[in-house]
């Protein structure tokens, strides 16, 4: 993992390879049951059926998404007997969470501005 000081600055140009692998990655973010995996492991590490209860998914669909998770490097897991623990990948991952969140809680109140504003128009 990369240190801090080692990154790229955020304003840096972008490149098409880049641009491709951002939105591979981003794939993650496809299903709500990844996302409230990862969601879950905010609190930190947890098995698979401690996951599976947290989100309410089934263990068979928390293991398949928590695969996909894996894959792209969002989590990282550990093997301790038949007992498989998950954490995040990396340090960045919750800042990145709360961003997301952060940018629909302001998506969601411009509709709702928007909402008013042409209802207030039309009355």
Known sequence: MAHPLEHRPA???LAHDDADALA???RAFGTGSRIR???????????V??????T?????????QLRVLRDLRFVA????GRHHHYRLYSHHLPALLAAI???????????????A??????A
């Open 11 to 13: 304003t840096a140009p």
């Open 24 to 26: 591979d990655a981003m």
């Open 37 to 47: 995996l990862l969601w879950a492991l905010l609190e930190g590490e947890r098995t």
């Open 49 to 54: 059926e401690q996951l599976a209860e947290a």
């Open 56 to 64: 309410e998914l089934s263990q068979t669909l928390a293991s398949q």
């Open 77 to 80: 897991v550990r093997r301790d």
């Open 101 to 115: 969140r952060h940018h629909q809680e302001h998506r969601e109140e411009a509709t709702e501005s928007a909402v």
């Open 117 to 122: 504003a042409e209802a207030a128009a039309s």
